[in-house]
């Protein structure tokens, strides 16, 4: 594959590309479920090809915005949260996929909250500094677009997806758990167990689409494992806190989805020909040792103590990310073992000795807590997995590698942002309330290919034409900016800061009146406009593309964004506030 040094990204021809879908078709006799990754048309088209770009002026305005009436509240309230100057980049999704390390299988913009991972947790976000000027803690965070100019052998994604086993993936539900009761932890024990059960069953299952993709298949599979997951979860959450132990909902881990991942892995990419030290440059993060799922049942009467200490261990985790991302360039090569990595084992073994201590004055004190006191600088490639009907709590995708933090399928050079605008709007037809805090919600789906694009966004355009959105890949005039436009749900369900699809809690407005569904308030609906300095000649010719899960192959109907509120209630007030007098306030 031949290579600029500038890093820049996928390009194929146009008749490489369309070879690549007849290839991929072939290789699977035909697909049970079409690829979608022509603009969401139902096309069986698996390439990023030329018919996947558009020029802007040839969509028709087709932005409809209801008129305000009666009652409607008018205001905008802006954020300023940078542009991801600090390169917080991750394949991690805190959102839809919460405690599963390279979730994404492909990589992330991350601005506001610094210390944001998939094992945070809401303390750790609250304790977090952030990018953003008026202190707001929330995490925003996008697929990076890149430039790859080199050419991929289609038959390269035949066979990745042909050799490709399917895999359920799911949150570790024990290692998210609060301290377990001594009376509750025989029984949740036997509930963890039987969640490993589910998912073997369901990763049995998806033996029997080895080698394709079917949508309607993987759909069947995910919402009666979400079921019956939910139903477990829920009782385990009421088994610890009826014993005494003090366990909020778990809703956040219930959903699984169906990986490609492999399919990744088996496709080569010079991001696997760097060097070790490249790789071992790209994307830092600190990984210690699960102390959750590693304790003895908890007596009545440690239970407070040791939650504390664990909301700790959690805290000085989260710490030390972000002084990764705020110290990165300093020092020398012992840097971070001795400015990071030192204190934090201090820290994490005075923690785990108040554990030791707090439940050995009412129990046998547990041995061996010690050893999970160090922990690691982890950047270097995994090894990937073979796939199998085993539970599976971690993809087998390496993590990002080299300069461009590249992965095997998602290539080249990373376009930074240009600009970025978040705002939260008002409502047509009402006045908005308050958003909770740690409300999480999302826009888009990053997988209409494997899961339907009943979700899915079209969010491409240019400055200055606004008033169209397309499906596909916008090619701009001259002098203007390629854009993305995330519009999130703007009413919410009064109750809930998440649901067990990472959907349901919250709605779209009626797209004609603006009205909220039955049951639903009006927030301050989130919008997030990220816009692009990419050259023109690499529009035309195709050469910019999205980063998307291996099934989708940079499918621009994929495109999709994630938020957490980490607003002070405070804050959030004010926001609401100037929103409902129709001012624009920032």
């Known amino acids: 594959m031949n290579r600029r040094k500038n890093g820049t990204a996928l390009v194929r021809t146009r008749p490489a590309r369309l070879a690549m879908a007849a290839l991929v078709l072939a290789a699977t006799g035909g697909l049970t479920a079409t690829f979608v990754s022509s603009g969401g048309r139902g096309t069986a088209d698996a390439a990023t090809s030329l018919d996947q770009f558009v020029s802007i002026e040839k969509v028709p305005p087709n932005v409809r915005t209801p008129g305000p009436a009666a009652g409607a509240s008018t205001g905008r309230f802006t954020v300023d949260c940078g542009t991801n100057g600090n390169g917080k980049f991750s394949p991690d999704n805190p959102v839809a996929q919460p405690g ?25 976000l609250d304790a977090s500094g952030t990018t ?16 790859d100019r080199s050419v991929r052998s289609g038959r390269q994604v035949q066979q990745a997806l042909a050799q490709t086993q399917p895999m359920v993936v799911c949150p570790a539900v024990g290692k998210r758990l609060r301290a377990v009761p001594t009376g509750a932890r025989s029984t949740v024990d036997r509930l963890l167990a039987e969640l490993d059960r589910q998912q073997a069953a369901a ?84 990984q210690c040792p699960a102390v959750r799922d590693r304790l003895p049942g908890v007596p009545d009467r440690a239970l407070a103590e040791v939650n504390r200490a664990l909301d700790d261990l959690d805290r000085q985790v989260s710490e030390a990310n972000e ?62 997995a073979t796939p199998s009907s085993a539970p599976t709590t971690a993809t087998a995708l390496p ?30 037809v009402s006045k908005v309330v308050p958003m909770p805090k740690f409300l999480r919600a999302l826009t888009g789906d990053a997988k209409p290919t494997s899961r339907g694009p009943a ?57 004609a009146t603006g009205a909220c569904p039955q049951g639903f308030r009006a927030i301050p609906q989130l919008r997030i406009t990220v816009a692009y300095d990419i050259p023109r000649d690499v529009q035309v010719k195709g050469q910019y593309a999205l980063d998307s899960f291996p099934e989708e192959n940079h499918n621009p109907f994929s495109d999709h964004n994630d938020f957490v509120n980490v607003n002070s209630a405070q804050t959030m007030q004010r926001i609401a506030a100037c929103i409902n007098k129709g001012k624009n306030c920032s």
């Open 323 to 384: 002084r990764l991302v705020t110290s990165r360039g300093q020092g020398g090569p012992a840097f971070v073992d001795n400015a990071i990595l030192g204190p934090l084992r201090a820290k994490r073994t005075a923690a785990l000795d108040r554990i030791a201590i707090a439940i050995g004055r009412q129990a046998p004190r547990p041995q061996g807590l010690g050893a999970l006191a160090a922990c690691t600088l982890d950047q270097a490639p995994a090894t990937p």
């Open 203 to 286: 990763n049995q299952r998806m033996t029997a689409t080895r080698g394709r993709i079917d949508a309607a298949f993987n759909r069947e599979v995910i919402d009666s494992l979400r079921t019956r997951r939910a139903a477990m979860i829920k009782q385990i959450s009421s088994t610890i806190t009826v014993a005494g132990g003090n366990q909020p909902g778990l809703v956040s881990l219930v959903d699984c989805d169906v990986s490609y991942d492999d399919m990744h892995a088996r496709m080569p990419g010079s991001a696997h020909r760097a060097s070790a030290e490249a790789a071992r440059a790209a994307n830092p993060r600190i």
């Open 132 to 147: 953003c000027r008026n202190g707001d803690k929330s995490s925003y965070f996008w697929p990076v677009v890149r430039i």
């Open 455 to 511: 979700n899915a966004r079209a969010t491409w355009t240019c400055s200055g034409f606004t008033d169209r959105l397309s499906d596909k890949y916008p090619i701009c005039p001259a002098g203007s900016r390629v854009q993305r436009v995330h519009d999130f749900p703007g009413c919410w369900d009064g109750r809930n800061i998440d649901s067990d699809n990472h959907r349901n809690h919250v709605a779209f407005a009626d797209k």
């Open 399 to 428: 993590d990002p590698q080299g300069p461009n933090l590249e992965l095997p399928g998602n290539t080249g050079g990373i376009v930074r942002p240009a600009q970025v605008l978040i705002e939260y709007r008002g409502n047509p």
């Open 100 to 124: 599963i390390r390279n979730g994404a299988e492909h990589v992330h913009d991350f601005v506001g909250n610094l210390a944001i991972t998939a094992n945070s947790s809401n303390a750790d």
